[in-house]
Nanobody, 129 residues
């Protein structure tokens, strides 16, 4: 069973940091791009960042502004992998539900919502004083 389970969201003050985690299981990691989208209230879902385990390539949307870093790690359970999104210097405009997502590598480069094969349920990040 494919699972993408986000954690780490919450309320944070502007200028502070937060790290989101995504526990991924149920498919071959090297065959997928794995990363993040976000959706703010009343807005469309937008790409944030993704990485490819197979070659280490990474993508960052312009909204990251050098503040966000994506990374991954193996776990003691070889059937599960962790993907992280470190977010620094958060702004109120970063308030959104953040979704972990995966897309088959064979679909080619590009990180757009319509191409995603698997979605997590999302984790709410609220940036407010």
């Amino acid at each position: 069973e494919v699972q993408l389970v986000e954690s780490g969201g919450g309320l944070v003050q502007p200028g502070r940091s937060l790290e989101l985690s995504c526990a991924v299981s149920g498919f071959a990691f090297d065959d997928y791009y794995i990363g993040w989208f976000r959706q703010a209230p009343g807005k469309e879902r937008e790409a944030v960042s993704c990485l490819a385990s197979r070659d280490g390539s990474k993508f960052y949307a312009s909204l990251c502004k050098g503040r966000f870093t994506i990374s991954s790690d193996i776990t003691s359970d070889i059937t599960k992998k962790m993907v992280y999104l470190q977010m620094n210097n958060l702004e109120p405009e970063d308030t959104a539900v953040y979704y972990c997502a995966a897309k088959r590598f064979t679909k080619g480069w590009g990180w757009v919502a319509r191409d995603i094969d698997y979605w997590g349920k999302g984790s709410l990040v609220t940036v407010s004083s």
